[in-house]
């Protein structure tokens, strides 16, 4: 038994299960308790054993033996070698009963005489008894640490999100897919969007307020309320490729009395590089009347708890003033669009992200293959059904000064600098602004550029959504291949 002896610091805990019990505890070593969050109040650091044990602790500290004979809240197993004859039968016929509820020990007889006294000795129920409060108080402190803030909440491995920053901001990483890029293999400001959209949802999901409804609460649904967003700013630095891996925060806080306002960052993993944020703002529509409503004070008080007052753009950089309406005087327009069935969400109307590429559709191919989309700003006004026929309209904005200086330039004297080179007009006399933005990008790149947008039913010219966009230049992309 002598080349059997190990100190406390050969002790591995594994198998543990929060919320329930500790099932199985190995003596294996002290580090390896510190690396599963219980080394903080492992202190005896010498406690010595003469032989391998096998330890079940249990966390309410009901039905704990040492070969059947209760001990200060721990069961034991003879570990070392067994046969089925011996120690590892008589463990599995071990009971252990007394009278006036005091536990008692049945030993095989052939159990060796030196072992079996050890194994009753106050000596090593003491090391036994001094081993589990260790754990036992070590779950305790880690429990306390995670209601204060202090650690993380265990990661949702399918959706690979978790809590962080005191269980305020939700945080998931995604990998860009194939299907999520271009012809140019970055990824589309509505991959961004339905990304956005999918963080958002898992947040009500792990914070335990989602419902049944589409990141509805428990009180919003008692109250027959939905979520619908009013407005939508993205700002993008730099998108993501195919391959990348990002990783999304977000947080929501209150906006006025009615209202909630939803806020991502868009990150880098590898770099921890700044790609993109977005701020939104939702009210509540009644399910049945389709009408918007106030906030209950039930759901007010089930959603406050979570609120983070922080902003993911820049006060400077957030634009609040209204976006302008457009009239049939718009210069680009794009007629009969028509939703899928695939375009609603669950609340059975079309999914805002649908409306962005609405919005693309009036906007002419060769800026979009020489520009790309910097800033996204999204009015929403109505509700768009199954049944609804769609007319989406464009026109550049007065801020536009480059395109509007390009143009007149060229219908006075033919020509115009464009970046630094002369370029003829190759469009007729007379053409609009609109033909010759587009003729102009595809003899030479502009920028910035900057429209409005609006999306309206073709049957009564109803609003549907106001938006605003801000283009760049697109540089040249280099990535490796996959």
């Known amino acids: 038994m002598s080349g059997t002896h190990a100190s406390l610091q050969k002790c591995q805990i594994f198998g543990k299960q929060p919320g329930a019990s500790l099932q199985e505890l190995k003596l294996v070593g002290l580090s390896q308790m510190q690396k599963n969050g219980c080394g903080r109040m492992a202190t005896p650091a ?8 096998k330890v079940e602790a249990n966390v309410s500290g009901i ?13 034991v197993e003879m570990g070392g070698k067994k046969n089925k004859s011996s120690l590892e039968e008589e463990e599995e016929t071990t009971t252990a009963t007394a009278a006036g509820g005091q536990p008692k020990s049945s030993f095989s007889s052939t159990m060796p005489a030196g072992l079996k006294a050890y194994a009753q000795s106050p000596a090593l129920q003491a090391m036994l008894a001094a081993l589990a409060n260790v754990v036992l108080a070590a779950e305790k402190q880690r429990k306390l640490e995670e209601i204060a803030g202090k650690t993380e909440v265990p990661v949702d491995a399918l959706r690979q999100g978790r809590l962080v920053e005191g269980k305020l901001v939700y945080r998931q990483t995604f990998v860009i897919r194939s299907y999520e890029v271009g012809a140019d293999k970055t990824a589309s400001v509505e991959t961004l969007m339905n990304h956005f959209q999918e963080t958002a949802l898992n947040h009500v999901w792990m914070v335990g307020l ?3 409804g589409f990141g509805a609460t428990h009180a919003m649904i008692r109250h027959n309320l939905i979520w619908v967003v009013s407005r939508m700013q993205v700002q993008v630095e730099q998108y993501p490729a195919w391959g990348d891996v990002v990783e999304m925060d977000t947080w929501v806080t209150g906006s006025g009395k009615n209202g909630m306002r939803r806020d991502w960052l868009v990150r880098d993993y590898k770099t921890g590089q700044v790609l993109a944020r977005a701020t939104s703002t939702w009210v509540m529509m009644n399910q049945k009347t389709r009408r ?33 309406k457009l009239d049939d005087s ?16 669950m609340n059975q109307h079309v999914n805002n992200v649908k409306y962005i590429g609405w919005m693309m559709e009036s906007i002419p191919s060769a800026i979009q293959e ?30 536009t000064a480059q395109a509007h200086n390009i143009e007149a330039e060229v219908e006075m004297n033919g020509t115009a600098a464009v970046n630094g080179e002369e370029r003829t007009a190759p469009f007729p006399s007379g053409a609009t602004l609109s033909s010759a933005l587009q003729e102009i990008s595809n003899a030479s790149r502009i920028g910035p550029l900057q429209f409005t ?5 073709q ?9 605003s966009t801000h283009w760049r230049l697109k540089k040249p992309f280099h990535h490796n291949a996959h």
Do not use: W
């Open 46 to 53: 010498k406690i010595k054993l003469l032989f391998p044990l």
């Open 63 to 75: 039905g704990k033996k040492v070969n059947g004979t209760k001990v200060n809240g721990t069961k």
């Open 210 to 212: 989602a419902g049944d």
């Open 292 to 324: 918007l409503s106030k906030m209950p004070n039930e759901v007010r008080e089930e959603i406050s708890p979570h609120f983070l007052e922080r902003s993911a753009i820049k006060e400077n950089n957030l634009v609040t003033q209204k976006i302008k």
């Open 330 to 345: 718009a210069q680009l327009v794009r007629s009969g669009l028509t939703p899928k069935r695939s375009d609603l969400d």
């Open 370 to 399: 020489g520009h790309e989309l910097e800033t996204l700003i999204l009015e929403y006004r109505r509700e768009c059904s199954q049944s609804d026929v769609v007319q989406s309209m464009t026109s550049t904005e007065s801020s």
């Open 453 to 457: 947008h609006l999306l309206r039913l």
């Open 459 to 467: 049957v009564d010219g109803a609003e549907i959504v106001r938006g």
